[in-house]
């Protein structure tokens, strides 16, 4: 008896039990934030979740679940969502709802629009959290000063310039997301309140207008941070599209364009042209294993950063560069271990370029093509698509390579070191020469063509050979080398919507809408559904019109 | 009639005696305890009632009390499995009375282990179902719950595959949750085992030898499981392993051999029907396939699995043990051995068990000590299992297994000139490789040990304090080698100077420490002036879970380290994982007249895992039974000799299936794969956790009707139970609104699921002579699952939640949480049929009629859990022989046919990746192409997968006495998995899940035993 209550009374003192049991593998806000290196370890996730799908690289461990984590991507879906419903892409896998963007018959229930719509609002969820750990107050509370504080402050603007930008996503592709920032509590019961298309357009706008000032000036910032270079180029984006964005679609289906900013487009657009960024003398560089180092980073605005051994996943770059290959396509030459046979381009965008005089294999990757951007692969593959689902049919792409300038693979050959640049000085000239073409005021058709020439000029390898004149300077000229210089770059569905030709039937390619012949679609198919998931978790959302 | 009235009048004449009377004179009571056939019965425990003598029945038979006291005593005698035996005499001067029991698993005195404590049968107020040694399944059993397998109405339990040591699926009346777990608890005299896994061990379970169980008690509904309460919602199995017994040491020795063999290939092309088929359909003006066909003619499904006569497909298991008493303590020890080599080559089991039993008694009978000690090592080696298994579906039949070269350790490989590596991208590889260039090994201790004192207060003798402190500690070693000239390593990845390395040495620990402490109290009292006993339970309980895994380093093939493992390691070299239950409980059991029973318990529990605040969750649970056979006008009939109304309800908790730290939302840092660079360095980055801290218990509320019955005086008796249960505050994976979370799905308490139910029992006592027995045993189980909730606030039009991963391209999911709709519903697109009965390639019913054939016109249809299933079982002995078997057959699951769906098509057989493939034979008989995105999805591989399943037919014939007066020796012959009568045409139509893909198969087993007792 004694025994017994001895060893109840032993028990129940020794085993003094702790209220909260804490893991040894994971630490609190207040441990991360209190230090300059936990708080630059916070930023590398804000960063990094558009560069990785989780916390294990290349997969283990998802930030988005519903989805398989290498769907998950953020490029990879973007560019699922610009690129496959128009001219410049089909793909041959059967993959849930991926087939469904070539024939332009995707669902609000579409697994990868709700994958990329929770990436975009994950990173922006990342983005409030940082804000509101990093504030003044909170650092002063922990002890961080001087230089370290300095630091803090860029981290937070270029915080918000990635918020702006994953709205700006959102506001090309969605419309009318729901609309958090870091003064709406994260883990509050209440969901997400919504927000117009516009309202959203006048949100970017003033966000990025409001950072410009406190952003690193452009070239000066740690590669591949953010600087006022970037800030500026989302602008100059953002107007060139403002007649889309604050455009209505109409009860009947008909459509109304907005108000259109072509001036301020140019004015941005000069900033950044004016900022110091070059043409790399070689288009064949722009997207290889060593890009970030080349010379390509002198072109390069603003990159997400991907590297074979430390930046891991299945998308990105390393699916620019594994998804194209298959068929007759020589693995070795892409860098990679084995191709995933999945993505090709339509006759559409190839016609666009000159006639390659060769179109074998041993001119590769432009076929002596005199448009070196024409980086094609054509043996073994049919040029007319009759089977959307045979990688045989359709032309490959040569454009991502994981090799070096040098030609050496690249650091892995699972997954590539190409760093996939969002802005582009290229682009900065087209949005000048388009939105000068249009009315705006601030630039010279003189200069557009001059800017113009000079892609040429680097795409004919530094021969005037394809330069243009002022009469052909015209806005379907712009568009058709939008294509040429900026295919598979994620622009295509955008610049279709703004020349009104991605959904009607006056422009066709290749099974658009699903018919081999190509066909017109309902013009609501501009802006993609908000996912049913999301509608049933937030009240609050309002369906896109059409859907 | 007579009988009932004679042990009243024994009862009655005992109260009167033993309160009366003291006597001084003593003598000595002696006699043997026979069975029904007349053998004697070791281990029988023999007491006089209303004192604390007691003894057992030595090896042979035989019992003897001293000092007992004269006059008229009553002895009472148990045997588990056995009915007791009670007879009066008269001692004056010493006595033998010789007993004769009488088996009978459904004695109503049979004493049942509820929780935290005992009852007799006939005073159960809950379902709680009872199976002990006797009634257990016999054969090739390798882990405890195979001993019950089909014999439990309402208990399913399913082993995953046909692999050595797989996990064991066990779900009763369905399982209560859906993201928790739906694995009943199991606890071991006294020991609650964790559900979460062990790495290394893919069933916990199996650690344990089943030859060292005495019982189980299986607590279905939530009055009988609720004093459990915190990991009770999906019920309880209790465990009681065999003790030691009175007199001389008994030694038990058994030994069984078992051969395994393949009962069915899957079904793929034979090498010619390939041939054929590959030159039929190649439409290639350069014949690209036909070009790919070789000579060889390769069964690569024979080239994986056991298939000849050897000692590779032989398993053998030994056990000892020796129970007795010496001096004043009862023990039991035993050892055991067990190898198992699986099927499929390369992958087996072996076990070594020991276990060790103490049950002194001490301060005359005052303090019960139970000492039970239950240790094993388990050696495991695993195969690629999903690789190999679909590799040899997929590999072309017509190329032979070796390349005759020295490349990828001399295995015929598809080539690619062009890659870095030489291998074809995305090919299958040969699964002969895979399987042998893979070594993956663990070896596992665990110690499941428990110490259990309950003291009978001196001057109270009514009331008992008990305490029970457990230990299960397990620690499991692994490795993994795969070498570096295996196919399946390449390409390989960087090393520390950048060149691409292949093969892997890589090492796994984890240590597991749970503990737990019990405190009970414990009245029982009976008020005979009123006709009433009371048993009431007051009980603490502290349980304290631990389970750390470690990290290091891992190497390449070449020896060198991975630059991975060394950042991985410099995070942190271990992580430990850990969660307390703080509970306390109480129950009160009143029983008026023999014929009204109530029981009600409360249990409170505090968990860990929740935050602080709403931590607590209350169990409380009801039950009422009425004994009509007790009431007057039932007595005296002698057709209706048992009938007992119950009526239960109980509120029951869940708390697993979720993380020890989920509700802190710390943050974690990302691995050295997914790091991002700012400048010339790169940074691991942290992420938040998600946010949930509202999160609490899981609740089952279950409703129980249940009538037991026994006509002819228990020669046929049974049980029947009605019940529905509602599960509420649903632990459940939701989307969160995008933007309000640092995740978009979380575990929260949302929705709401039902089941309803009915379970039957019977058994019967067919013949019941001296020379011939025959008792057949019959359940079935009815089982209607719904999901009534899936949000937080009811919305009719909640978005579904897809779940039921599926091969063949990337993210396919075939099943579906939706409202309305059991779990484990399928999700898919309706084919369309010709006319002339075929799948119409890529045509499926337009549901919503838009024209688009889209995610939008999926719907659900049949689930993959029976919606009833049913036991049988049979014994018929004749003299020394006996012959039995026992079967299940499953009706209304349904399984997708993932081999099918995914090899069984055009598409597989003529790769758009320039190679051909082998596949499922269905695609001679469908034709599909596979080419539509939706073909995946095609309700064309739905299969009704009912079946009848014959578990096992033994025949043995018991020698008896083989070394003059000792020595029982029987021995046995056993077939497991006998045939199965199904019209799915898979490899098994029984798949956990539902999704067939690459599935183990289950052996067929043929097993000799001999038993030998000294």
């Known amino acids: ?547 | 009639m007579k009988k009932t009235y004679l042990i009243k009048y024994v009862f009655l004449l005992f109260f009167a005696l033993s309160t009366a009377t003291v006597f001084a004179q003593t003598s000595v009571v002696s006699g043997k305890v026979v069975d029904e056939t007349n053998q004697p019965l070791p281990g029988a425990s023999v007491s006089v009632k209303g004192t604390q003598k007691s003894t057992g029945t030595d090896a042979n038979g035989n019992f003897r009390l001293t000092g007992v006291s004269n006059g008229a005593v009553t002895l009472h005698v148990t045997f588990v499995g056995y009915q007791v035996a009670e007879k009066t005499v008269n001692v004056s001067g010493n006595v033998t009375v010789n007993f004769g029991l009488q088996p009978n698993s459904k004695d109503l005195n049979e004493v049942v282990v509820i929780g935290y404590g005992t009852q007799k049968k006939k005073d159960l107020t809950g379902s709680i179902t009872n199976v002990t040694a006797k009634d257990f399944n016999t054969g090739d059993i390798t882990s405890p719950e195979e001993l019950i397998q089909g014999k439990v109405a309402g208990v399913s339990i399913v082993s995953n595959s046909g692999a050595p040591g797989a996990p064991i699926t066990i779900t009763i009346r369905g399982g209560a949750s859906v993201n928790g777990s739906s694995a009943p608890l199991i606890v071991i005299d006294g020991t609650p085992l964790s559900n979460d896994g062990i790495a290394g061990v893919e069933n916990p379970l199996d650690m344990i030898n089943p030859n060292d169980i005495a019982s189980f008690s299986i607590l279905k509904d939530a009055s009988a499981a609720a004093i459990y309460g915190n990991r009770a919602s999906n019920g309880v199995i209790i465990i009681t392993t065999k003790k030691g017994q009175a007199g001389r040491p008994v030694i038990n020795f058994s030994t069984q051999v078992s051969l395994g063999t393949l009962p069915k290939e899957a079904p793929v092309l034979s090498p010619s029907q390939f041939r054929a088929y590959i030159t039929a359909n190649d439409t290639t003006a350069s014949h690209q396939y036909i070009n790919l066909l070789g000579s060889a003619n390769t069964d690569w499904q024979k080239q994986i699995y056991q298939t000849s006569l050897s000692e590779k497909n032989l398993s053998n298991a030994d056990n000892l043990s020796i129970s007795g008493t010496a001096g004043k303590l009862p023990y039991r020890i035993s050892v055991g051995f067990d190898k198992q080599n699986g099927i499929l080559k390369t992958t087996d089991l072996q076990r070594y068990s020991t276990g060790i039993n103490l049950s002194p008694s001490l301060f005359t009978d005052h303090l019960k000590i139970n000492f039970s000690f239950l240790g094993s090592q388990v050696q495991q080696r695993f195969a690629n299992e999903g690789g190999v298994i679909s590799d040899a579906v997929d590999f072309n039949p017509t190329l032979p297994v070796y390349s005759g070269n020295s490349n990828f350790g001399g295995y015929y490989e598809l080539l690619d000139p062009s890659a870095a590596d030489g291998l074809k991208s995305l090919a299958p590889l040969n699964p002969v490789g895979l399987l042998y260039e893979n070594d993956n090994r663990s070896t596992v201790y665990r110690a499941i040990s428990s110490l259990n004192l309950d003291y009978k207060f001196h001057f109270f003798p009514d009331l008992h304090a008990g305490v029970n402190f457990a230990y299960d500690g397990s620690n499991q070693q692994g490795f993994n080698i795969i070498p570096a000239y295996a196919a399946s390593s390449y390409p390989g990845s960087p090393d520390a100077n950048g060149v691409d390395q292949t093969g892997s040495r890589s090492k796994y620990k984890t240590v597991v420490g749970n503990k737990t402490f019990d405190a009970t109290l414990n009245y029982a009292h009976d008020f005979t002036s009123i006709k009433s006993s009371v048993t009431a339970l007051l009980g603490y309980s502290q349980q304290d879970f631990s389970n750390t895994a470690y990290n290091f380093l891992s190497y390449f093939g070449n020896g060198e380290v991975t630059p991975n493992s060394v950042a991985t390691l410099a995070e942190y070299p271990y992580s430990t994982n850990a969660y307390d239950l703080t509970s306390v409980y109480g129950r009160l059991i009143y029983n008026y007249d023999d014929k009204y029973l109530l029981t009600a318990s409360l249990r409170s529990d505090v968990s860990t895992k929740f935050a602080p605040g709403i931590r607590t969750g209350n169990f409380p649970a009801i039950a009422l039974a009425w004994v009509l056979s007790h009431e007057d006008f039932l007595k005296g009939n002698t057709v209706l000799t048992n009938l007992k109304l119950r009526l239960e309800y109980g509120v029951t908790g869940n708390q697993d299936g979720i993380g020890d730290y989920d509700y802190l939302s710390d943050y974690s840092l990302s691995n050295s794969t997914a790091r991002y660079p700012f400048g010339n360095t790169f940074y691991e980055g942290y992420r938040p956790g998600g946010l949930y801290p509202g999160r609490t218990w899981e609740q089952t509320a279950t409703a129980n009707a249940g009538l037991d019955f026994g006509f002819l005086n228990d020669r046929i008796s049974g049980t029947l139970d009605v019940y529905s249960r509602k599960t509420s505050k649903l632990l459940f994976d939701i989307p969160q609104p995008a933007g309000a979370n640092f995740v978009n799905q979380i575990v929260g308490n949302v929705g709401n699921m039902q089941d309803k139910g009915i379970e039957l029992n019977l058994n019967g006592k067919v013949i019941d002579t001296k020379d011939i027995t025959w008792n057949v045993g019959l359940n079935g189980t009815l089982n209607r699952n719904k999901i009534t909730n899936l949000s937080q606030i009811f919305n009719p039009d909640e978005a579904p939640v897809l779940t039921g991963g599926i091969s063949g391209g990337t993210g396919n999911t075939i099943q579906i949480y939706k409202l309305g709709d059991a779990k484990g519903t399928f999700y898919v697109y309706q084919q369309v049929y010709g006319t002339n009965g075929k799948p119409l390639d890529g045509v499926f019913v337009d549901q919503n009629g838009d024209g688009i054939i889209n995610n939008q016109d999926l719907i659900t249809e049949h689930n993959a859990n029976p919606q009833e299933y049913f036991g049988i079982n049979s014994d018929f002995r004749y003299r020394k022989w006996n012959v039995g078997f026992s079967a299940r057959a499953d009706l209304g699951n349904y399984v997708y046919d993932n081999v099918a769906s995914s090899t069984g098509i055009q598409r597989n057989f003529l790769n758009p990746l320039g190679i051909i493939n082998n596949g499922d034979s269905n695609v001679l008989q469908s034709g599909l192409t596979g080419n539509g995105s939706n073909d995946l999805l095609s309700d064309y591989y739905l299969y009704n997968a009912s079946f009848f399943r014959m578990d096992n037919a033994h025949i043995g014939y018991n020698f008896g006495k083989v070394f003059g007066k000792t020595g029982d020796l029987k021995i046995s012959a056993n077939v497991q998995n006998v045939f199965v009568i199904t019209k799915y045409p898979g490899v098994d139509p029984e798949v956990a899940g539902g999704i067939d893909n690459n599935f183990y198969p289950r052996p067929r087993t043929y097993v000799l035993g001999l038993n030998l007792t000294l």
């Not at chain 1, 593998?25 to 960063?47: M, R």
């Not at chain 1, 050979?465 to 598979?488: C, K, M, P, S, V």
């Open chain 1, 1 to 547: 008896m004694l025994l017994i209550a001895a060893l109840i009374v032993s028990s129940l003192t020794s085993c003094k039990r702790k209220l909260v049991l804490t893991p040894n593998y994971e630490v609190t806000s207040q441990q991360v934030y209190s230090t300059p290196a936990g708080i630059k370890e916070s930023l590398a996730k804000v960063y990094g979740s558009f560069a990785l799908t989780g916390n294990s690289g290349p997969a283990g461990s998802p930030d988005i679940d519903g989805i398989d984590e290498g769907t998950s991507d953020f490029f990879r879906l973007f560019w699922y969502a610009q690129e496959l419903p128009t001219d410049e892409a089909v793909i041959a896998w059967g993959d849930p709802g991926v087939p469904d963007f070539h024939a332009m018959d995707w669902s609000s229930s579409n697994v990868n629009l709700l994958g990329l719509y929770d990436r975009s609002l994950y990173q922006i969820t990342l983005v409030n959290e940082f804000l509101i750990q990093t504030t003044d107050a909170q650092m002063a509370s922990h002890g961080i000063t001087g230089q370290d504080l300095v630091n803090v402050h860029y981290y937070r603007a270029e915080a918000r310039f990635l918020r702006a930008f994953q709205y700006w996503v959102l506001l090309d592709l969605f419309a009318k997301p729901p609309f958090v920032t870091d003064a709406t509590p994260v883990g509050s019961v209440l969901p997400p309140q919504t927000t117009s298309r516009a309202a959203l357009f006048s949100y970017v706008e003033s966000e990025l207008k409001a950072i410009d000032p406190l952003m690193v000036p452009p070239m000066k910032n740690e590669y591949p941070r953010a600087d006022e270079g970037a800030v500026w180029a989302l602008l100059a984006r953002l107007y060139l599209n403002a007649g889309v964005y604050t455009g209505t679609l109409n009860a009947d289906g008909s459509y109304t364009t907005g108000t259109v900013r072509w001036t301020d487009a140019i004015t941005y657009a000069n900033k950044v042209i004016a900022a110091g960024y070059s043409l790399n003398s070689s288009y064949d560089n722009l997207f290889l294993a060593d890009n970030n180092t080349n010379g390509a980073q002198n072109e390069n605005i603003f990159a997400i950063a991907y590297d074979g051994n430390n930046t891991q996943g299945y998308g990105g770059t390393t699916f620019m560069t594994h998804a194209p290959v298959g068929g007759s396509m020589p693995s070795l030459s892409y860098g990679i271990s084995g191709g995933w046979a999945g993505v090709r381009t339509t006759s559409s965008l190839t016609s666009l370029f000159p006639a390659p005089k060769t179109q074998n294999t041993t001119n590769f990757p432009n076929n002596a093509d005199a448009d070196t951007r024409a980086e094609f692969w054509y043996d073994g593959q049919n040029t007319t698509i009759s089977n959307i689902t045979s990688f045989t049919d359709g032309i490959g792409v040569n454009k991502w390579r994981n090799v070096t300038s040098a030609g050496a693979q690249g650091s892995n050959p699972s997954f590539s070191d190409i760093d996939e640049p969002l802005f582009r000085l290229p682009e900065m000239y087209l949005i000048y020469a388009e939105a000068t073409l249009n009315g705006g005021t601030g630039g010279s058709t003189a200069t557009a063509l001059a800017y113009i020439n000079a892609l040429r000029t680097r795409a004919y390898n530094g021969s005037v050979a394809g330069n243009i004149t002022n009469t052909q300077l015209t806005t379907q000229f712009i568009l058709d080398e939008r294509a040429r210089e900026l295919y598979w770059e994620g622009f295509r569905r955008t610049d279709l919507i703004r020349y009104n030709l991605f959904t009607p039937g006056t422009y066709v390619w290749p099974f658009k809408g699903g018919v081999q012949a190509g066909t017109g679609v309902a013009v609501y198919r501009n802006v993609y559904p908000i996912p049913d998931q999301d509608r049933a978790a937030n009240p609050n959302l309002k369906q896109n019109p059409g859907y």
